[in-house]
C-alpha cells in the first residue's frame, strides 16, 4: 500500500485517482499507523511552504516520515518535494526535511519568463538510472505549476527542465524522490512516473 | 522552454457534449468521457469544460461527468459556465478540476478573484474575458458576449492580474466563428499589459492560425478552440507536428 500523507494541503483527487488508474493500491492518510504499513510514501503538496511546513508540523507526522524514508521510498510532488529540502525561503524563511541538501529559492530569471513557471516542459536527464525514469525518455514532457525552485548539489539532481536556467525537475537521494512537477498531471509520461514509483523496493 | 498549448473546449449540457465529434462515419459521440480520452490520446494539453446547463439537474450532472474524467484523464482540467462565489470553485476543484474559469461572475463581483487565489492559489485561478470593439476601443462583454459593460478590456485584464487570476482566456468576440484567424491587434494590446499567461481564443480556422498566432503573439502561451477541432477541420497531433516544423515548441 502506498500512504498519500493528508496533511490538509491540496488536492489528493487526481494523485488517488492516477495510483487507481494504475491498479496501485493507496491510502490518503494522517494516521502513523498507515504511514508505518505502507510499502511506499508519498508527500504532496500545494500552496506555500511556510503554511504547509506547519501543517505537517501539526500532524505530529514528521519523526515518523523521517524514520519510514530510511526503510522504504518517499516520493515529495511539487510543494511536497521542496518540502524534502533542507530550506525554504518562501516569504520568510523556513526549515524544511532535510533529507535533500540545499535551498529552495525564487527565480531570478530574465522578465520575458513568467513566474509561475507553468506548463508543459521537457525533461533533460542528469543521472538515466534514476529508477522513476524506467519508462519515460529523455525529453519527455511534464507538466509544472511553481513559483520557487530547488538548489541542490548535482549530485541530487536525476532531471531539469529548461527556464531560462536548468530547473530542477527531480531529485533523488537514496530511498528519497522528488518531482517538483506533476505527475498526476502529466499524462502518460507522468503515469508511467508514477508505475515505477509503484515498482519501487 | 515552456510548449505552447493546445487546448480543446467542449460545452456540457445535461451531461453530454454539445457539439460531439464525428468518429468516423459511425456516429456522434456525446459522452463527454469518450471526448476527453479521444481529446487526450490525439495530445492536448489541457482540457476546458465549459458548463452550459441551467438546471440544478444539469449541474448535477456536470458534476458527475467531471468525476469521471478526471478518474481517467492525467492532464490539466479547466471548469468553466455559472462560476460566481468561492464556493462555485469549491464545488469543481473538489470533483477533480485543476483551475476554474470565471468570467461574468467577476464581472459583477471582482473580490471572487482574489479569494479563490488566497483560498486556493492563483494558479487555479482563470479570468476569462469576452471582448469586442466598440468604436475603436476594446470593451468587456457579459453574459456569453450580450451585454457591453462599458469596461475597458486592457484595464480588467491588468486588475484581473492584481486581483490574483492565473491565467487570462482572452476571446475575441470580433473574430469568433469567423475563422480567419485569432485576433493578433487585441492579443497583443493585453499581452503588453500583463505578465501573467494568456490563453488566445477566438476565430482558429484552419493549422496555420495557430503558426501564425505563435509566431507573431510572443506573449500569447496557448491556443483554445472548439468546432475545428470536434468537427476534425484540424487534428490536434498534425497541427502540433506543423507548429514544431515551424519552430515552435509544442509537447508532442
Redesign the interface.
Known sequence: MIAIVDYGVG?L??LK??L??LGLESKITSDEKDLRDADKIILPG??AFGDAKAKLESTGLILVIKEEAEKKPLLGICLGMQLLLEKSYEFGEYEGLGFIPGDVVQFDIP?EY?V???????LDFTQKNCPLFKYIKDKD?V?Y?HSFYAKTEPKYVAATS??AIDVTGVVWNKNVYGTQFHP????EV??NILRAFGELK | ???K?IIPCLDIRNGRVVKGVKFGDLRDVEDPVEMAKFY?DSGA?ELVFYDITASAEGRKLFADTLVNV???I???LTVGGGISSVEDFDRV????A?KVSVNTGAIYNPSIINEAAKKY???CVVLSMDIKRVDGEFKIFAKGGRENTGIDAIEWAYKGQEEGA??LVVNSIDTDGVKKGFDLEMLDAICAKV???VIASGGAGCKEDFTTLFKSCKGV??GLAASIFHFKQVDIKDLKKDLRANGIEV?L
Open positions: 488536492n483527487f487526481s485517482s492516477s487507481d488508474y500545494v500552496g522578465k513568467k509561475p513557471h507553468m506548463g508543459w516542459n521537457a514532457y507538466y505549476v529548461n527556464y498526476e498531471k502529466s499524462g507522468g503515469l | 522552454m515552456l510548449a498549448r487526450n494539453d478526471a478518474k481517467q492525467f492532464i490539466p476543484l473538489k470533483r477533480g485543476d492559489g492563483s494558479q492565473g491565467e505578465s501573467i499567461p502561451d496557448a509537447r
